[in-house]
């Protein structure tokens, strides 16, 4: 017996240490782009005869079967980094051969002595807790509530009918990917060296045999840390060059050198601001003959499709076009088609047949291999890189041929992908590419091109469902037609809704087919269109520095900075089908409109369900508090945006192009905060456009906004900024703009007090009456200096909130039920109590003293308004209406009176629309300071 006390001791130290947790489970380790180890550490690991089990996280398994006992650690296209903190896990087989893994969220049991192995809904389970429910999923088990991803392409779509993938998360609590087929890489090496002769991972097929690999996604309904476990295993999302976040111009056309150069100016004198420049098809030669043709080139494909060398007809000079669009401070990307391979009649021709091993003078065409590493590594060098040398910044890649490659398995979509955007890594630059979705993994390869879709209402309409789906693969920036493709000319209205749904997309990119009708110049459309065109173009740069931050975050966590609503509340079963809803970074709520306005009211009335939390609705000021359900009508200019109370958004000047000048004065709009409320917010800079932010090259602002218990002092503090990068302003000044607020009754920065200033003044503070916001400017300060804004507001103001609830709102329909009675001059004019009303917010912008007077009379004002304008109705009998040959006709006796009654009919809707009832969330305060005052 003592003998063999020893042996007995060791099998139950190892038995032991089977069951006791083998490491503590913190977080998942926040690997680098690039930094990717497909190899996992062996204490994630258990192997039970022909399977492998590897504890990637407690909610995430990967599960390999192989006949041959071979598992697999190269990475596969979609998944590169299994080398992941260790999970807390136990994991035991008893003697009936069953298997037990158990981590924090899972419990798998696998029965390795029925048959050969190979996973089943006989020998395979795994189990977990949903809420109160107990879930057991086996082999075959359907994926009822999965949550979809996205899809290759909208070409030629109208409306919804595309068949969306598969995605990462499921109302059922769990996904699984079958990765046992995806073909794999030859190298880990991701980091990319800075020369072009570092390794280049290739993709290689999986060895023969039978085989499973699957990885078990069970995350319940924590959808969020679903995600960014899968960056964190598959690669993380990249941060596109800023440039990419201001505007595109596209559009389907033969241009001339000159005629572009004739539209940038349209853009600069009708002060619109532009950085992408995007060079159709026709920037090579396309062979056009007229009648055509339709001849093809030796590869089979139409002749001209492909192309690679400029068109010396359209642009004499390309290098010195290309230096033009550089210095007015532009980016240039140019369509690929490249199917055809290489034609003897390109530039690059020569060169890369002769690194082929082909004599150039036989003109034998090289065809398109890009799978073939040799193929692909002439093609760039010969090829691609002398457009890069001459002033293409990145490709707009059109594959639209075919769907396989010479290796049996591989997407050339997503190999496409891989290719140019991985070339751009190894030339050590900010990566960018315009490609079609290829797959699973192509998350890693930003920016989507969603194809050529029909230009009607409901592509519009499926549009922001489809680009929140995305991100559920974590597909973050999709770039879509804007106004859509085909077949022409689009009613502005359309097009004006198309563009407001654009600001609020990932990428703003016009694009149209090749149609005279087919107009995408804002400037070119009627009034009010044009206008309203041009101030979204605005806003959206004003916004650059939250979109620049919520998208270097969407890096950081894996979660695309616009997604659906149900990552944020997944019990919620409105967040699951208000499908027009999404969330724009983690402040602001948008619901664009997708319908036109009524024909009556020249509104567009929409259902709105808003999340549990106080809301700001950015164009009106109205207020409400959530979880609810709300009617809201919406005039053309107005865009369905809902902004969490007390967010800080930051903002910037106007600009002609995003890197025109530094970020300042640094705006920042802070909304509306209930009685002491604190929020916080944290601005994100980088150079803009190199690889650097990969490497800590960045910096960060924290800005912290607090009011005070009883409501009367709000101090919004910038703090020293954190990091540094190349090129970092020194100092700034700091605009700070406070929304639908009271004037104040002081103003002082870091202690010192601020005047007022009727005009803009700097420093100083003034007020916009028509909107109640407050404008603070600052001295200049430098960016390590910390700087405390306070803005104290009488304590007979704080308390009368209500005043202010919606007040931009009623001000926007008053004017435009002016502008509509006004434009049935000479038969009537507004009536002076209306232009009074509307004029409330004049009056306070230069008087903002008068505004607790103002706004207390204004709801009297508003009741007498309908009354007023209904008694404006006109009949045929009145003098003004007397009927005329040239205003009559068989169908209408009298036009002109039919029209005014029209818009008499429309200014009392929009006078209806301002006394619309509707939950209030800022109440008024009791008048004793004793009292218990209500939450805003």
């Known amino acids: 017996m003592k003998k063999r006390a020893p042996i007995l001791l060791l099998l139950t130290l190892l038995l032991v240490a089977a069951i006791l947790p083998i490491v503590s489970y913190a977080t998942t380790s926040e690997n680098k782009v690039g930094n990717y180890d497909p190899i ?59 298997t037990v893994i158990r981590t924090a969220a899972l419990t798998l049991v696998y029965a390795s002595g029925k048959s050969d192995g190979k996973f089943s809904a006989e020998n395979l389970s795994i189990s977990f807790h949903l809420g109160d429910k107990s879930i057991v999923w086996k082999p075959g088990t359907p994926d009822t509530g999965n949550l979809l991803g996205t899809a290759r392409t909208l070409d030629r779509v109208s409306g919804s009918d595309v068949q969306l993938e598969p995605g990462l998360i499921s109302r059922d609590g769990w996904t699984v990917v079958d990765d046992s087929t995806r073909p794999l890489f030859d190298s880990a090496d991701f980091s990319f060296a800075r020369d072009e002769q570092s390794p280049w991972p290739w993709v290689m097929l999986r060895p023969a045999g039978d085989r499973q690999d699957w990885y078990f996604f069970g995350y319940g309904h924590d959808y969020k840390r679903a995600l960014h476990d899968f960056t964190q295993v598959a690669g993380k999302i990249p941060l596109p060059p800023r440039f990419a976040f201001g505007a595109w111009w596209s559009r389907y056309w033969s241009y001339t050198d000159q005629e572009f150069e004739k539209l940038i100016q349209g853009f600069r004198t009708h002060d619109m ?108 060098n010969y090829i691609i890189h002398p457009l890069e040398r001459q002033g293409i910044n990145f490709f707009w890649l059109d594959w639209q041929q075919e769907d396989t490659t010479k290796l049996s398995g591989l997407n050339p979509t997503w190999w496409l992908n891989y290719i140019f955007f991985s070339d751009q890594q190894r030339e050590a630059k900010r990566a960018l590419l315009f490609h079609r979705w290829g797959g699973l993994g192509n998350h890693r390869y930003q920016i989507g091109f969603s194809g050529d879709t029909i230009s009607v209402w409901d592509s519009l309409a499926f549009q922001p469902y489809f680009t929140a789906t995305a991100a559920n693969v974590g597909y973050a920036y999709w770039s879509h037609d804007i106004g859509g493709h085909m077949p022409g000319a689009i009613d502005p209205e359309l097009y004006l809704r198309w563009i407001q749904w654009g600001i609020f997309s990932p990428i703003l990119r016009t694009h149209t087919t090749k149609n005279p009708e087919a107009e995408r110049r804002i400037w070119a459309y009627p009034e009010p269109y044009s206008d309203l065109m041009r101030d979204c173009f605005t806003r959206r740069y004003a916004m650059q520095p939250y979109i620049y931050t919520e998208a270097r975050k969407t890096h950081d966590t894996g979660l695309a900075f616009l997604h659906p609503l149900y990552y944020d509340w997944p019990e919620a079963p409105e967040a699951y089908t208000a499908k027009n809803e999404y969330m724009f970074g983690d402040s602001i709520l948008a619901d664009p409109i997708t319908q036109p306005v ?22 009106s000021g109205a207020t409400f508090r959530g979880p609810l359900t709300v009617q809201r009508s919406f005039s053309l200019g107005q865009i369905p945006l809902y902004v969490k109370a007390g967010s800080i958004i930051p903002m910037q000047p106007a600009t002609t192009h995003t890197g025109e000048k530094p970020l300042d004065p640094l705006i920042l709009t802070v909304f509306p905060l209930k009685d002491g409320q604190t929020s916080e917010y944290r601005l994100y800079q980088d150079s803009g456009d190199t690889p650097g932010y990969q490497n800590g090259e960045a910096a960060w602002t924290p800005i912290q906004a607090s009011l005070s218990k009883d409501g009367t002092a709000l101090n919004v503090t910038i703090s020293p900024i954190q990091g540094s990068y190349k090129g970092m302003q020194s100092d700034r000044a700091y605009e700070v703009r406070l929304p639908g607020g009271w004037p104040p009754s002081s103003v002082s920065v870091n202690g010192k007090s601020l005047v007022y200033e009727k005009q803009k003044g700097d420093p100083g503070w003034r007020f916009d009456g028509n909107t109640l916001i407050t404008i603070v400017s600052t001295p200049r300060f430098g960016v390590g200096d910390a700087v405390t804004i306070t803005v104290k507001t009488g304590l007979e103001m704080a308390r009368s909130l209500l005043l202010l609830d919606g007040f931009a709102g009623k001000m926007t329909r008053l004017r435009e039920s002016y502008d509509i009675l006004n434009a049935n001059w000479p038969a009537a004019w507004s009536p002076d109590s209306l232009i009074g009303a509307m004029q409330v917010g004049d ?80 109440l008024d305060k009791p008048s004793s300071e004793q009292s218990k005052m209500p939450e805003r």
């Not at 258990?46 to 650690?73: C, H, Y």
Request: charged residues 25%; negative net charge; hydrophobic residues 40%.
């Open 40 to 98: 996992a550490d062996r204490r994630s690991v258990v192997i039970v005869g022909s399977v492998r089990f590897t504890i990637l996280t407690p909610q995430l398994i990967r599960m390999e079967w192989a006949s041959d006992r071979k598992f697999e650690d190269h990475a596969s296209l979609a998944f590169l980094n299994r080398r992941l903190s260790v999970p807390e896990f136990t994991h035991e087989t008893g003697a009936d051969r069953k």
């Open 273 to 380: 601001p532009l950085d992408v420049l995007v060079i159709d098809i026709d920037w090579h030669p396309t062979f056009d003959e007229y009648p055509p043709t339709n001849k093809l080139d030796a590869s089979g494909h139409k002749l001209g499709w492909t192309g690679y060398s400029w068109n010396k007809l359209l642009f004499p000079d390309p290098d010195r076009f290309l230096a033009s669009v550089h210095e007015q401070g532009l980016k240039a990307t140019v369509n690929l088609h490249p199917a055809s391979g290489v034609q003897p009649w390109e530039d690059g021709y020569p060169e890369m047949a002769r690194a082929s091993g082909i004599d150039p003078a036989t003109k034998q065409y090289l065809p398109f291999d890009i799978s073939d590493k040799k193929f692909a590594t002439n093609y760039l």
């Open 598 to 619: 009524s024909k009556d009211s020249q509104l567009a009335t929409i259902s709105v369900w808003l999340p549990p939390g106080d809301w700001v609705e950015w164009d």
């Open 843 to 922: 009056r306070l912008t230069y008087h903002p003293n008068t505004a607790l007077a103002e706004l207390s009379a204004l709801d009297q004002k508003l009741s007498s308004l309908p009354g007023v304008i209904e008694a404006m109705r006109a009949t045929e009998s009145s003098p003004e209406f007397a009927k005329t040959s040239s205003d009559s006709s068989p169908d209408q006796p009298n036009a002109r009176l039919a029209a005014y009654n029209n818009a008499i009919a429309t200014a009392m809707a929009h006078i209806a629309d301002i006394s619309e009832t509707k939950p209030r969330v800022l």
